[in-house]
């Protein structure tokens, strides 16, 4: 059994490492917010002096970083996934995937702020903003924000495809990543500086606000290094940029130890994101191998992929309202955690088998009937690569 893959992935084959990666990102948020969700309130208004899980604390160093493994693996299969793909069918494909997990689980989070006594007026706005991706929040969910950012990524693949075609990818790749690089050389050396220069300090608030982050400048960097991996471990490669991914990693590792923390915290977060990376590298270059080793138990790994997605977008406010309510019955934490999480999670099976599939099949074939130069093709690149959703 050879543990080197030097063929060109087939179009049935499916990483099963990224499935891996991409459900041990999502426990990874899961349990950092449980961590600092509080007892005083069914919205997460994580107030450490009545932490529900204080046990669970610790996450919070590594547990942020799920979001910005979802950025690497994002920017490696949303790039292998467009490849061969037309602007439009590339868009189509991305709102089929993309839409129907998050406009279910929208209503799920409403259904549960309503049921915890919040207005439903307000309620139902902030619903509308987040299940057509606004850039302007509030939203139903705190996790709505990562999904903007990877609509205006979305974006950017589609707009290449369109002016300039697949061949761009790598400059795309290039230019988002110095740009967010010397966004972060500066709001880090700003912030550094900002306890010597008051005036500087608002500066770095301002540098901080949520548009650096639709604009990709904050976490550019992630989507960049996951294009030019893509790019690099092609077998057929013309261009690897291998000195580029080595100047984006440090630059990913200052945007994960930005706001700083104890030594021993930036170390444990960069070993983390330095074996995600890994991981993602291992599961392309040793696919056959793992499939070997993997065997029977790649579908259950499938399905865990799969589930990574509605699970990190029913956790946070289905869970913080789970949270609070089975405080209230009296349940030790053992309990408390245990329903809390069970509800989380049968929520998000939910999602994957019933919604999410009845609202793709309708999107499939709304699309398809609309007028265009490209039908919606049935997407197997998440076969290939894992499932490119955040």
Known sequence: MTSQTNVKPGPQERLLGLDALRIVAAVMVVFFHFGE????????????????????????????????????????????????????AFARNRLIRLA???????LIALAARAMAGEALGPLLAVTAKSAILSPVGPYIDGVVWTLIVEAVFYLMIYLVIRLWGPAFFNR???AMGLASGTYLIILYTVGTLADQAPVLAHVAETLKRFTFKVLLLRDGVFFAVGMLLWSALRPDAPKRHP???ALLIPLCLLEINIDGGAPVDCLIRGAVWLASVGVLILSVRHAEAIRQWVGGRAAGLKFLGDLSYPLYLNHFTLGGVLVFETSRLGLGWGPALALSLSGVVAASVAVLLGPEKTIKSW????????????????????????DPRP
């Open 37 to 88: 969700f509080d007892l005083s309130s069914s919205v997460a208004t994580v107030n450490p002096v009545v932490r529900a899980y204080p046990f669970l604390h610790p996450m919070v160093i590594i547990g942020p970083l799920g979001v910005e493994i979802f950025f690497l693996i994002s920017g490696f299969v949303i790039t292998a996934s467009a490849a061969h793909s037309t602007a439009n």
């Open 243 to 245: 000195g580029v991914i």
């Open 172 to 174: 795309l790749a290039i």
């Open 100 to 106: 129907p997990a998050l406009w279910a689980s929208c």
């Open 363 to 386: 999107l499939r074939s709304w699309l398809a009937a609309r007028p265009g130069p490209a039908t919606v093709a049935k997407d197997r690149s998440h076969q290939r690569v894992g």
